[in-house]
Nanobody, 127 residues
Framework: QVRLVESGGGLVQAGGSLRLSCAASGRTYTLYAMAWFRQAPGKERDIVAAISWSGGSTYYADSVKGRFTISRGNAKNTMYLEMNSLKPEDTAVYSC????????????????????WGQGTQVTVSS
């Protein structure tokens, strides 16, 4: 089992920046691809960015390309999302997720492929 805990959300003005963190505990010695998803009120949960276990492969949703950067810590049990040039439409609950994968290729982007989820952290961008 893997437990995921997010931190770093908050209120920021449009154009500002935030850095989200996701700390994994439990069976973190196994290989897990990880991702950030977000869900705004009344909308479906969407992929934001995903990263392979090694960190060598990443995926970004078109809406965040060039503004957000996903990364993993050296110990591989921490994941980050650096968010710059934030827009009001980025307002959502951001959740980190993980699934077992030794595949170095680009990780999956469908929420149903992820086995472990954090509780989420609210990000609010004011105009």
């Amino acid at each position: 089992q893997v437990r995921l805990v997010e931190s770093g959300g908050g209120l920021v003005q449009a154009g500002g920046s935030l850095r989200l963190s996701c700390a994994a505990s439990g069976r973190t010695y196994t290989l897990y691809a990880m991702a950030w998803f977000r869900q705004a009120p009344g909308k479906e949960r969407d992929i934001v960015a995903a990263i392979s276990w090694s960190g060598g492969s990443t995926y970004y949703a078109d809406s965040v390309k060039g503004r957000f950067t996903i990364s993993r810590g050296n110990a591989k049990n921490t994941m980050y999302l650096e968010m710059n040039s934030l827009k009001p439409e980025d307002t959502a609950v951001y959740s980190c997720a993980a699934y077992y994968s030794a595949n170095p290729a680009t990780p999956k982007i469908n929420p149903s492929d992820y086995d472990y989820w954090g509780q989420g952290t609210q990000v609010t961008v004011s105009s």
